[in-house]
């Protein structure tokens, strides 16, 4: 299985930019690139996929390198109960193919 | 909408009990999950189903652990018997199908003690 590779931990401030970054040089041509994040005491909460081309949505952006060998989870402006633990996933395009999750990059947001 | 519904929340138990962790997914998801979350070994997979029927067990630890599907609302897994290494929070995760990238959404786990 291809993987991610990901800081363990990051700060940010409040009402900031962040960037939570991913490498994974290792991935294949039909990996999918899925961000989860877990909130304290909750389970895993989707956030964004994207396969090629950079995607937005109401939660956060995905920036995509143009070899697809790292991303970047963009959060416009942090807010505390963006504190969570945020994990980049490759997923592949088969049927039966799962998510695999990593450690993740634990995100602290200071007021 | 109701998410996936997970019950107990909260379980204490005794070694050697059997143990009986209920989930209930999204109406009209196909695809089930149940994952088992430590401090040392994070979040892993334990089964995954897709139309009730078990698809790859290969992340169940033992055989003292098994899961059932006896139909599209409703799963169990039961650990039987319970050891204390078996304390963790465990997650049941559903999804629309198993072909699509729609995403997995969790319920809020059950966090189980083994005394």
């Known amino acids: 299985d291809a993987k991610t590779t990901q800081p363990n931990s990051m700060e940010s401030n409040e009402e900031e930019p962040v960037h939570l970054p991913c490498n994974h040089s290792t991935i294949s041509g039909t990996d999918y690139i899925h961000w989860y994040r877990q909130l304290p005491s909750q389970g895993p909460e989707y956030v964004i996929h994207g396969l090629t081309s950079n995607v937005n949505n109401r939660m956060a952006s995905l920036a995509i390198a143009e070899d697809r060998k790292s991303s970047t989870l963009i959060l416009h402006r942090a807010t505390l109960r963006d504190a969570a633990v945020y994990y980049c996933?490759?997923?592949?395009?088969?049927?039966?193919?799962?998510?695999?999750f990593g450690g993740g990059t634990r995100l602290m947001v200071k007021p | 909408d109701a998410g996936v519904i997970q019950s107990p929340r909260h379980e204490v138990t005794e070694m050697g009990q059997e143990v009986t962790l209920r989930c209930k997914p999204i109406s009209g998801h196909n695809s089930l999950f149940w994952y088992r979350q430590t401090m040392m070994r994070g979040l892993e997979l334990l089964i995954y189903?897709?139309?009730?029927?078990?698809?790859?067990d290969s992340g169940m630890p033992e055989d003292r652990f098994s899961a059932k599907m006896p139909n599209a609302s409703f799963s169990t897994l039961k650990i039987q018997p319970s050891e204390p290494r078996d304390s963790a929070v465990y997650f049941c995760a559903s999804r629309p199908d198993s072909l699509s990238n729609q995403p997995q959404h969790f319920g809020d786990g059950t966090r189980l003690s083994i005394l």
């Open positions: 996933i490759l997923r592949g395009n088969n049927a039966g193919n799962m998510l695999t």
């Open positions: 189903f897709n139309n009730n029927v078990p698809i790859d």
